[in-house]
């Protein structure tokens, strides 16, 4: 059974999240963002690549469906995978579930260096296309 959203704000900040809850926040991701997929964009429209197969949600949709999780969660998502940072080379699902919400966050914000590979910020061209 996946974990709720609920579950996900009570838990603690300071205890590993475990292998369960990194897989949870990515099946949560991939299909509550799906809805959201788009070709076209305004011109220079922020939009957020989800995944490594080229889709693409608009950086409002992006907020709105992350706005209902912890940030920590958000972070999961875009480190699992797809980055690295200078304690790690590479955020696997081992890596992650080994890491506590707080020391996620701090991961993140390492990781902001270095290039993310398939999920990332970006933005549309002048007639809406990425």
Known sequence: MMITVDELKAMPLDEPIG???VCDIECMANEGLQPFYQ???EPYEGVYRVNDFAKYVSEDSWRKFWSAFPEWCEQVFMLH???RSDDYCDFTSEVLSGLTPIEIG???EKSREYDLDYVFWT???DEGHV
């Open 19 to 21: 292998m369960a809850v």
């Open 39 to 41: 070709r076209e964009f």
């Open 81 to 83: 995978d797809n980055t």
């Open 106 to 108: 701090e991961q993140f």
């Open 123 to 125: 933005q549309a061209d």
